[in-house]
Nanobody
Framework: QVDLVESGGGLVQPGGSLRLSCAAS????????MGWYRQAPGKERELVAT???????TYGDSVKGRCTISRDNTKNLVSLQMNNLKPEDTAVYYC?????????WGKGTLVTVSS
């Protein structure tokens, strides 16, 4: 059973930084593409960043240059460093694990960017 547990969300002021983490269990972590998606109220879920098993990274257009995704295969951990946060980054952030066409999701962590 895949279990993904996000942490690190919270309230941050515009221009601030936040680091999200996702601890994975129940999978051969190194074989999975890991990622972060987000969903703001009234909007569809959108890509934030992904990192493949070979550490190839992709980023959503809205966060390019402001976010860095990383993984630690020894700890089954994927992290998302977010800088220069904007109010429009406010959303629930979900951890994703993909193996071929099978997706697993965490329950999400809320990030609120507000002064």
């Amino acid at each position: 059973q895949v279990d993904l547990v996000e942490s690190g969300g919270g309230l941050v002021q515009p221009g601030g930084s936040l680091r999200l983490s996702c601890a994975a269990s129940g999978i051969i972590f190194s074989s999975y593409r890991m990622g972060w998606y987000r969903q703001a109220p009234g909007k569809e879920r959108e890509l934030v960043a992904t990192i493949s098993s070979s550490a190839t990274r992709t980023y959503g257009d809205s966060v390019k240059g402001r976010c860095t995704i990383s993984r630690d295969n020894t700890k089954n951990l994927v992290s998302l460093q977010m800088n220069n946060l904007k109010p429009e980054d406010t959303a629930v952030y979900y951890c994703n694990a993909r193996y071929y066409n099978t997706d697993s999701w965490g329950k999400g962590t809320l990030v609120t960017v507000s002064s």
